[in-house]
């Protein structure tokens, strides 16, 4: 080397030891979650080849981040241990959920380990960048190299976290979490029953007898208590399903999958004897009315639908302009990533289906602003639907929260509507 040339000096790279033996542990232990839950102990109900795209694909990718991770530069590694470790913490959040609330969870210790194994490679990144920095060239081109890289991660780690963090977070977090079984209160006996899918899963769901021949099922049922009781007092039939995977219903907790486990309700209580075959309605609340204005559209069997909240299915916000720029690339991740952890297709959208829905009555109910875009989504949703229809903006309500908000407004609202409907010139 030429006399007087710096000898350019770096931290050794962790890459080649001890950082690339971290970034494998981490992976590793998202990867025993993934496997454990989806083919080593399923969900009830499940087995391992109803998890083929949910297991496969993120192994895959996980195995694959594995094998070319030694050999990528240092700013790419950070990037990729700390995405895929922001990935992992959201990968245990299911866990720590059920943990908290005292639900079942056949998977409670490797969930743990995930989000160990998370909170592992989010750390390696920052370390990584720091151990492999430069330190040959003067004071001030150093400070420059730095402040660059600075600049270059403060707008990276946004982008990174719109684009991929997030929407794949979340649609992991929708698809395996879900209420933890309750009691219902709904003041007056009840019987606890099986609702059998045509996918063979047994869901559970609580059942106040009809007094007036008609029934409703409540979709998700456990915690509207009170809106059981309001029909119930009008002597109406009311069963408070738990949906798959949420309860003790069997299942993966897939709210793509509402309306199957809505119709097989809708049987349940057609072949009921204190129910007429054609006096059966639907009452379902956010995810769930988006579900029961679905199963409406496949079947006549719903004579009546009351939709309360509903809004824009994961993956479907309607933006328009500049905006689409922004969010529909995070839109289609996220699509794509609830695809793969429901193993299935998304239910066509909303605004397409409603319309068949006629000439079966419909009332959509909505807070303003709500969330979910409920309260842009709902006149869309009204103006697609056939007649007889009806919509209300509840005055003062938050989401799903009607009800509470104009409680005898509500009830003669929505009592009126089933009357109208199943009860008239019978």
Not at 83 to 96: H, K, L
Not at 131 to 145: E, K
Not at 308 to 335: C, I, K, T, Y
Request: glycine share 12%; aromatic share 6%; no cysteine.
């Amino acid at each position: 080397m030429p006399s007087g040339t710096a000898t350019p000096r770096r931290r050794p790279a962790l890459g080649r030891g001890g950082e690339r033996a971290l970034v494998l542990l981490g992976l590793s232990a998202v990867v025993i979650h993934l496997v454990v839950e989806n083919y080593v102990r399923p969900q009830p109900g499940t087995s391992a080849a109803d998890h083929l795209a949910s297991g496969l694909i993120p192994v895959g990718i996980l195995a694959g981040v594995g094998a070319v991770y030694p050999r990528l530069r240092p700013g790419v590694r950070a990037t990729i241990a700390m995405t895929v470790g922001a990935v992992g913490i959201a990968v245990g959040v299911p866990t720590v959920h059920y943990l908290r609330h005292g639900g079942e969870y056949a998977y409670h210790f490797t969930g743990l380990v995930a989000l160990a194994g998370g909170v592992l490679l989010l750390l390696t990144g920052p370390v990584t960048l720091w151990r492999t920095r430069r330190r040959d060239g003067s004071r001030r081109r150093r400070w420059a190299r730095r402040s660059l890289t600075a600049a270059v991660v403060i707008v990276a780690v946004p982008v990174v976290v719109w684009f991929v963090v997030f929407p794949v977070s979340l649609a992991y977090i929708y698809t395996h979490t879900g209420p933890v079984l309750s009691t219902p209160d709904l003041r007056v006996p009840f019987r606890t029953v099986t609702v059998t899918t045509d996918d063979s899963l047994k869901l559970t769901a609580s059942y106040v007898r009809s007094r007036n021949g008609a029934a409703v099922v409540l979709f998700p049922g456990r915690s509207r208590a009170d809106e059981a009781r309001m029909l119930i007092a009008h002597g109406y039939g009311v069963l408070l399903l738990d949906p798959r995977g949420q309860g003790n219903s069997e299942g993966d907790p897939i709210r793509w999958a509402g309306a199957a486990d809505l119709l097989a309700a809708t049987k349940y209580l057609q072949a009921r004897d204190d129910v007429e075959p054609d006096r059966v309605g639907g009452f379902g609340f956010s995810v769930g009315g988006e579900a029961l204005l679905e199963a409406a559209a496949q079947s006549t069997a719903i004579a009546a639908v009351v939709s309360e909240g509903a809004g824009e299915r994961v993956g479907e916000a309607n933006v328009s302009g500049a905006a689409r720029l922004l969010v529909g690339p995070s839109q289609a991740v996220m699509s794509a990533a609830t695809m793969v952890f429901s193993n299935q297709r998304p239910p066509p959208p909303i605004v397409d289906r409603v319309g068949r829905i006629a000439p079966r009555p419909v009332l959509l109910v909505y807070a303003d602003p709500g969330i979910g875009g409920e309260s842009t989504r709902q006149p869309v949703y009204y103006a697609a639907a056939g007649h007889p229809k009806a919509m209300w903006e509840v005055p003062g309500s938050r989401h799903t929260g009607g009800l509470r908000a104009s409680p005898a407004e509500y009830e003669r609202r929505v009592v009126g509507f089933f009357d109208d409907a199943l009860l008239d010139d019978r």
